[in-house]
């Protein structure tokens, strides 16, 4: 079984660029979540998909935006970076929505905004 | 007022110890909740998760849910230098959307 993967590994982007962030959820997965994580600071929830649809947002503004594919890997996309974009992303897969609480992260990708 | 509160550190304890790691919230609907285990430059590793109160044993590791006081632990027996990792606690009321304290920063010292 193969656990969910994140590409790249590292970014580094200029304030002001677009970056798009993937993610391979784990086999069987249809439900994945993105999360931000400032350094010294826990996950904050982005925003979640199933089954190709959002299903629930956080706190985090339009330029942030995501979708989900037949297969249902994911990507992240962020416009116009800010410096305090700086994070790790990471996102997670569980295996249905209602299980959302058993979700199995990636390692991250770092984006390094300057 | 933050959703979690957890006290960041950093723990540091001697091998075999018994290691008590806690976290506050103050949204009384909040009824899952999660441990996970981050090494550095890693992606959290779930540990244990918990609906509504009461405790769960899973090995070394007990995790515990009190609703009233608004208050979850986990308790990690026998303490290994492996064990040394940064713990966040994460929670929530819809089971979709989680909120994570900051972590514990532990070291489990041989």
Not at chain 1, 15 to 22: F, I, P
Not at chain 1, 46 to 71: A, K, M, T, V
């Amino acid at each position: 079984e193969t656990g969910v993967t994140q590409s790249p590994t590292h970014l580094i982007k200029t304030r002001g660029q677009q970056v798009t962030l993937r993610c391979s959820s784990q086999s069987g997965h249809n439900t994945v979540s993105w999360y931000q994580q400032a350094l010294g600071q826990g996950p904050q929830f982005i925003f979640q998909y199933y089954r190709e649809e959002e299903n629930g947002r956080g706190n985090f503004p339009p330029r942030f935006s995501g979708l989900q594919f037949p297969n249902y890997s994911s990507e992240l996309n962020v416009n116009a970076l800010e410096l305090d974009d700086s994070a790790l992303y990471l996102c997670a897969s569980s295996l249905e929505l209602a299980e959302t609480y058993e979700q199995y992260f990636g390692p991250g990708t770092r984006l390094t905004v300057t | 007022q933050k959703e979690v509160e957890q006290d960041p550190g950093p723990l540091s304890v001697p091998e075999g110890a018994i290691v008590s790691l806690n976290c506050t919230y103050s949204n009384s609907a909040f009824q899952y909740f999660m441990w996970y285990r981050q090494y550095s430059r890693k992606g959290p590793e779930l540990l244990m998760y918990t609906y509504s109160s009461g405790n769960k044993e899973d090995g070394r590791f007990t995790a515990q849910v009190d609703k009233s006081s608004k208050y979850i632990s986990l308790f990690i027996r026998d303490s290994q230098p492996s064990d040394s990792a940064t713990y966040l606690c994460a929670m929530g009321d819809t089971g979709n959307q989680f909120y994570f304290g900051t972590g514990t920063s532990l070291t489990v010292i041989p």
